[in-house]
Every structure is written in C-alpha cells, then in structure tokens.
C-alpha cells in the first residue's frame, strides 16, 4: 500500500487542489495527510466530492485554527479509525482490507517554536508508550533532530534539537530509509537560501520486529509549496516489485496577451464602424490564434517540461547550496512552471465544462 503527506502552505487555489489530486492519482495512493490546508470546515465536503468522490476525512480544525491536518482515504482499500485528536497530532489506526495488515499513523504538524512544540513531543509520549503495535508518525515536525540536517542559515542550537532527539530516544524511534530529497524544505529565498529536513518518516521498534518494510521518497517541492511531499510504500513481502475565446481567462494571465490585442486593435481601418470593426475582429483572431500556438499548443507537455526544469536546479542546489548562477534562475523557473501549471488546468477545466454542455459525464 501506498500513502502520502505533504505540506501544501494552503489548499484553497484550484491549482493547489489539482495537485493533490495527481499527487494521489500518479502514486496510487489510498491514504493522504495533507497539512497547513488554510481551509475553512465548510469547505472540505466540496472539496472532496468533486475531487475524490467516496474517500473519507477526518481533520483537526476543531482544534486548533488555521486548518492544520486533513486526513484523506480511500475506504475501498483501507478501513482508518482516527483515536486520538490534537492541535499537532492525529493518530489512528490502519487495517488494510486485502492483506489485513494493521498498525498506527500519526500525522503531525509541528507549530514554529520550542516551546509550542512541547506539546507535540508530550502527546507523541502519551500516544506511543503503551502501544506494542507497528507504529509509523510521519509529517511536517518543523524542526530538525541534527546540526547535518540544514544547509545555510543559522546554525541551530542544542537547545532547538534536544527535545526531537529525547522523544526518539524514549519511544526508539527511527528514520524510515528515504530516497529522493535529502532536504524536504527550501526557503525559496534568492537572497538568503535555506533548506532544512522538516519533513520525515519515522518507525517504532514494533515495526522493526514485526519485518514489516518501509521506503520513504521525497520529491523536489516544485512550483506549488516550499516543501517535498512524502510517498511511502508499505509492504510485508521482503523483496516487492519495486481555440477560441473560451480561452480568454487563460490568456489574460499571460504578460504578452494585452500588447498582442493592442496592435491589433490599433489597425488604421477605413469604411464604416461595422466595417472597422469586422476587420479588426479578423486580424485580432488569427493573432489570438497564433498566439494560442505558440503559447500554450501541447499544454500538458509543457507543463510538465517546465515543472521537471524546476525541479532539476532544486535537486542540484541541494548538494551545491553555493551555486549562485543555479539559485538565480530558480525564480524565473518557478513563475514560468506556476504559469503553465495554472494555463493547464484552465484548458481541462474548459474541456470538462464543453463536454458538460453536450450532455457528457467525466469521470
């Protein structure tokens, strides 16, 4: 089985939605933390009947403010029991229906301060010293456990570490093995760049002893959040198989779409207004359809181009944190993979509304 997490620094953009979406539909996932949604209550219903038809929620909102932790499944695959609520912590536990493997998941999102924190550590005590079960917690900590952990940036001291480290030490906890993105968070800052592992997997001894096996991989950020999201593949098999004007909104974002309207809008035409205005109607759609060529012909493709040019000089400046030429194009690469991110979903989002008015159903 295949679950995920991931901080999204917001889940209130159509953009944002749509890649939680295919971040579970290209990893097959039956279980999603999605963490700092910024989401009102109300609008967790809409969200996943129009994205994730059938799948349960359980949250923190209650809790504490700001939409913290959403908990998404998959009920075909999985049957989840949330047991415990907290402002940083929902722990539950997993029966997976094929296999009927079991065990706990805490998701947990640490707030921004030592002390704050505390009563993350506290509550992960509570929750895991009684347990004798597989016992998985991943999530956003926002701390790191050692001085390795960061590049650049403030060296952190003891005092910021001690309290991690104590509460892995009492439950003996360990790092799940990780692939991908040693650094799960960037400052995405030009001119005072940090990266930090705030985001991980960790095991109990339960799990270690029971042979069950489990890999963590972490993706470079992207375009829509400063952080990695988190794919976790669980098993207990040793050795798995690893064209018009429906357009407009579109194109309004686009800083080239308002100069190419003007010249040709500025075409001296003589005859009659009506006359004028057909000529420049006509001139302006073969611009417009020039335009659309060029811009935004293989949409997909593109987007997908520009996310994987963003993604390469991300991984790179992990290792090379002192390459400026890199850490200088990161900004141009990301407006430029957001612009086309966003220019994809409103060509589907079109297509899904035309299919909608012939009387067709998407699924």
């Keep these: 089985m295949k679950i995920g997490f991931w901080n999204v620094r917001g889940l209130n953009r159509p953009l944002k939605q749509n890649g939680v979406a295919h971040l579970i539909k290209n990893n097959r996932l039956c279980l999603l933390g999605i963490l700092e949604t ?19 929620q359980a949250n923190n909102f209650d809790a504490i403010a700001g939409g913290r932790i959403l908990i998404i499944w998959n009920p075909a695959i999985i049957d989840l029991y949330p047991e415990d609520i907290s402002p940083q912590v929902i722990h539950c536990r997993v029966t997976n229906k094929s296999s009927q493997l079991s065990f706990y998941i805490s998701f947990t999102y ?51 570490l001690k309290d991690f480290a104590d509460c892995c030490l009492a439950l003996g906890l360990h790092d799940a093995q990780t692939t991908g993105c040693y ?17 991980r997997v960790l095991l109990n001894n339960d799990w270690l002893e029971a042979v069950l096996h489990c890999t ?105 944190p002192g390459d400026v030429a890199v850490r200088d194009s990161l900004g141009d690469l990301r407006k430029k993979a957001t612009f086309l991110a966003e220019a994809e979903r409103h060509f589907y989002y079109q297509k899904v509304q035309e299919n909608h008015t012939f009387g067709l159903r998407v699924f």
């Design 38 to 56: 910024k989401l009102a209550a109300t609008a967790i219903g809409k969200i996943i009947n129009r994205l994730f038809p059938g799948w349960c």
């Design 110 to 160: 640490g707030l921004y301060t030592v002390v704050n924190r505390r009563s993350m550590w506290e509550k992960l005590l509570e929750l895991g010293q009684p347990l004798n079960m597989p016992w998985i917690i991943l999530g956003d900590f926002n701390c790191i456990k050692s001085p390795v952990e960061k590049q650049l940036g403030v060296t952190p001291t003891w005092y910021e």
């Design 216 to 320: 963590a991989h972490f993706n470079p950020p992207g375009c829509l959040s400063d952080h990695s999201p988190g794919i976790v593949s669980i098993f207990d098999n040793p050795t798995p198989k690893l064209k018009s004007f429906r357009f407009f909104n579109m194109w309004a974002n686009h800083p080239d779409f308002i100069p190419t309207v003007e010249r040709r809008w500025g075409l001296n035409v003589e005859g009659t207004p009506q006359f004028r205005l057909c000529r420049k109607l006509k001139a302006l759609k073969s611009s417009l359809k020039a335009f659309n060529n060029l811009h935004y012909s293989h949409i997909s493709a593109r987007a997908k181009e520009a996310d994987l040019a963003l993604q390469d000089p991300q991984t790179h400046l992990e290792s090379n």
């Design 183 to 199: 650094y799960t968070w960037c400052s995405n800052s030009d001119s005072n760049p940090v990266w930090c592992k705030l985001d």
